[in-house]
């Protein structure tokens, strides 16, 4: 039966795509995605490039519109509230309304806010806009995962999906250095430029895009075949999900207690900046080299592995104490990062029914939201306990995700297989 989010037309499971033979390196990892594919990645790339505000919102908040701290605290808790809720909102959207109207929806929506948020002075519009900005600006990922799903077989998705990631973080590097130079020219600007590409990237996919026409009766009664609380009872994807909680509380202390731990070593905030760009800068040379090769090996071992190394990189952030030593410690655990970004959406694809991909991939998306909320609570107090503590306790934590992963393996493998045979036989 025709799900909403095949947009595409192949079967449910992919298996009407074919994978690259031969040909050069770039060919292999670029090859054979559909140019619908190269929609979505363009537009993911345009509203990255856009990402400029986020970053400076507080001082935004602090500066331009002389708010107190501690109101600035709230504004963003409200920002960090909706992208909990975002995912969950674009994996049910996708699930009904397809993958294109809800990239749309989420992209051009976020800009719309954001022109918004940068125009009111008043407090309470700022939170509401504020919220209104988080529960846009996610909801197009579930959108974007579910179609690589969709349409590709699993031996393809690693390499779609990797190169989904790696648009993102090219885009994060530019934003970043883009961002920097516009708000020397004012707010105004920024949030402008911001608005702009987030509203060209949605209409990038919804005039580029062609979906396929839906008979309304298979739509509802797809749309009506589950719903999330389905998804809560799926106890397999429910520990990958614990497991992913782990990960992500240790992976957000880069945006979080990081950049506190160095000014505890006397390093200046500007610095930061440049410790970071180490993070996009591996990513963006190694991903196209390690992506076609990890996603050749079995996934739960590449996952296992690069949890490792990313607890190994955060763990040796206690050795450290000059930006040399930090940018090392962060170039160590990307390596680790690279590794699990190359195939753990893939491995979610293999656990979730067609009809709730995605919502699988909303409620995957908001246990990331939740640990990025997290992550500063226990973080913070770890660090002002004792820094070599934080880290310590970060390392145990990839250990337990890690263990977590070995111990899935078999259940992960067999929920794999048995959705590649219902989808041959349908």
């Known amino acids: 039966m025709t799900n909403p989010q095949h947009e595409f037309t192949p079967d449910s499971q992919g298996s009407t795509a074919q994978s690259v033979r031969g040909g050069g390196a770039w060919q292999k990892w670029t090859g054979g995605l559909s140019g619908q594919f190269w929609v979505v990645w363009g537009a ?10 986020i ?25 960090g509230l909706g992208g909990v809720i975002s995912q969950l909102c674009g994996g049910l959207l996708v699930d009904r309304i397809g993958y294109r109207a809800t990239m749309t929806l989420g992209m051009s929506g976020t800009g719309i806010f954001l022109f ?14 504020a919220f209104l900005v988080g529960l846009a600006a996610e909801m197009h990922r579930p959108a974007s995962a579910s179609m690589i799903a969709a349409h590709y077989a699993p031996a393809d998705r690693p390499k779609a999906y990797g190169l ?8 994060y590097a530019f934003s970043m250095v883009f961002g920097g130079s516009l708000v020397r020219h004012g707010f105004t600007v920024l949030f402008w430029v911001n608005s702009a590409a987030c509203v060209g990237a949605g209409l990038l996919v919804w005039i580029m895009g062609k979906p396929t026409v839906i008979p309304r009766q298979a739509a509802d009664s797809d749309a009506r075949s589950g719903s999330y609380l389905d998804v809560a009872r799926d106890r397999l994807m429910l520990a990958y999900l614990g497991s992913w909680f782990a990960y992500g509380i240790v992976f957000c202390q880069a945006l979080t207690t990081l950049p506190l731990a160095m000014k505890l070593d006397g390093i200046e905030p500007s610095t930061f900046g440049y410790v970071m760009a180490t993070n996009a ?10 992506g076609p090769l990890l996603s050749r090996l079995d996934h739960s071992h590449v996952l296992i592995g690069g949890i490792i190394v990313l607890g190994i990189g955060y763990g040796a952030t206690a050795l450290v104490s000059t930006p040399v030593g930090y940018a090392t410690t962060v170039a160590i655990w990307t390596l680790g990062e690279v590794a699990v970004s190359s195939v753990n959406q893939a491995v979610i694809a293999s656990l979730a029914p067609a009809p709730l991909r995605g919502r699988y991939y909303g409620l995957y998306g908001m246990t990331w939201s939740t640990a990025s909320l997290a992550a500063p609570l226990m973080g913070t107090w770890l660090l002002q306990w ?25 259940h992960i493998k067999a929920r794999s297989a048995s959705m590649h045979m219902s989808g041959a036989s349908s």
Do not use: E, H, K
């Not at 935004?60 to 605290?73: A, C, E, P």
């Not at 989904?164 to 885009?171: C, E, F, R």
């Open 55 to 79: 970053p400076y919102l507080s001082y935004f908040l602090i500066q331009d519109r002389n708010i107190s701290l501690s109101v600035v605290g709230v504004v963003l808790a409200m920002s």
């Open 386 to 410: 004792q820094a070599t503590g934080l880290w310590a306790v970060c390392v145990l934590l990839c250990c337990g995700a890690a263990a977590g992963q070995w111990l899935l393996r078999p």
């Open 116 to 129: 918004v948020l940068g125009a009111v002075d008043q407090v309470a519009l700022i939170a509401l806009f």
């Open 164 to 171: 989904l990631y790696w648009a993102v973080n090219l885009g």
């Open 281 to 290: 800068v591996v990513i963006i040379m190694v991903q196209p080299v390690a």
């Open 44 to 53: 993911t790339l345009t509203n990255q490039l856009g990402s400029m505000v």
